[in-house]
């Protein structure tokens, strides 16, 4: 094997690894959902636990990142390559984290009867999903305009994301007793909109890839 299609070989581990880090991460999404919705505190305590797999996949992929910088010495468009899988690593494994901590707020609940039914904050989810899924499609692909709609499904969330809040604070004096609940289902509305701003960032640097050029989405 040649240095360039061993190179390329290397890279391509890398990807692979991203990706499926990407994958774990965005089942525990999924599950921490389903949790609250059901209130599992099982399946919570479970996605809490879990997290260590999805921190020591991205510590894999940050030591064999550095690995072939250090014995490649790529330049250019391959070095932004190895950059940009250092930088959608670290933003999945924060996306992961935030469905660790939805997870929390289903523990912190607990077994409370929920003060409405969980409809709104499922869509709200569905769509940072799909940003999530467009942002790593367009990492694939390395594909502009796929990346550059992760900005307009943004908008989406944070206009979603205010009106849940406006929501919820509106419940605090119509029931006082749960107060707890009020603030931990805001909580899981700020990790969605979070969620979502990650995807977007990996959206960014995808563009960052192609074009070697900073560009701000949400400018």
């Known amino acids: 094997m040649n240095t360039r299609s061993k190179f390329d070989s290397h890279l391509k581990e890398l990807k692979d690894m991203l990706m499926e880090m990407a994958r774990k991460s965005e089942n525990a999404i999924k599950e921490s959902i389903?949790?609250?919705i059901n209130q599992d505190i099982d399946k919570s305590n479970e996605i809490i636990q879990n997290d260590t797999i999805i921190?020591?996949?991205?510590?894999?992929?940050?030591n064999k990142a550095i690995i072939l910088i250090a014995k490649e010495s790529p330049v250019a468009r391959d070095l932004r390559k190895i950059i940009v899988a250092l930088k959608i690593s670290s933003e999945v494994e924060r996306i992961a984290d935030n469905a660790v901590n939805i997870a929390k707020s289903t523990v912190h609940i607990g077994k409370e009867k929920h003060i409405k039914e969980i409809v709104d904050i499922p869509i709200m989810m569905n769509l940072a999903l799909e940003m999530l899924s467009d942002s790593l499609n367009?990492?694939?692909?390395e594909d502009v305009e796929l990346a550059k709609t992760c900005a307009?499904?943004?908008?989406?969330?944070d206009e979603m994301?205010?009106?849940l809040i406006k929501e919820l604070m509106g419940y605090v004096q119509k029931y006082p007793d749960h107060i707890n609940q009020i603030n931990q289902l805001a909580f899981v509305c700020r990790y969605i909109e979070r969620i979502a701003?990650?995807?977007?960032?990996?959206?960014?640097?995808?563009?960052?890839l192609v074009t070697g050029e900073r560009y701000d989405l949400n400018a």
């Open 138 to 141: 367009a990492f694939l692909s």
């Open 197 to 208: 701003d990650h995807s977007t960032n990996i959206g960014e640097h995808v563009i960052y």
């Open 34 to 36: 389903n949790a609250l």
């Open 55 to 62: 921190d020591d996949l991205e510590h894999e992929i940050n």
């Open 152 to 157: 307009k499904k943004d908008d989406k969330v």
């Open 161 to 163: 994301y205010g009106k």
